[in-house]
């Protein structure tokens, strides 16, 4: 992903925003609804230090649900030595693995490109005070 103040990319909904996805073996409905399940699993992962979801915060640069509905997401953390960087990939394997339809769960902690502010919705920005 080039620019870093835009949502995760996915393999599904990218394609309306201009973006080249292979076609999915899973039909277009039931990857709209895996999509938007699993973002819904990721706002309920919250960083303990912001009273934000990993979601809001910019945290998730990558989701990937694969043919056979295996999810693969690139998370990375507000900074590298987050003091629940250990654990905070465990918490979105387990909500993730939640939604219907999804198989193995694969989260990858990248810092590349770094986290920034920037990365932030406007909800993030209100929930700690900066909007």
């Known amino acids: 992903m080039t620019d870093t103040s835009q949502k995760p990319e996915t393999n599904d909904a990218g394609a309306a925003e201009g ?3 292979t076609a999915s073996a899973i039909p277009q409905d039931e990857l709209a609804r895996m999509t938007d ?7 309920t992962v919250y960083d303990p230090e912001i009273p934000a979801d ?11 649900i ?8 690139d998370m990375t953390l507000t900074a590298p030595g987050c ?19 999804v198989g193995d ?3 990858s902690m990248v810092f590349d ?16 005070g900066w909007y």
Do not use: C, H
């Open 113 to 128: 490109p770094p986290w920034t502010p920037d990365r932030m919705s406007e909800e993030a920005q209100v929930a700690i």
């Open 66 to 73: 694969e043919d056979d509905r295996s999810v693969k997401i």
């Open 83 to 101: 003091p629940v960087a250990g654990e905070m990939p465990g918490w979105v394997e387990n909500a993730v693995s939640a939604v219907e339809g």
């Open 37 to 43: 399940d699993i973002i819904g699993a990721l706002k």
């Open 105 to 107: 769960v694969e989260v």
């Open 19 to 21: 973006k080249l996805f």
């Open 54 to 64: 990993i979601y809001e915060l910019g945290l998730i640069y990558k989701i990937d």
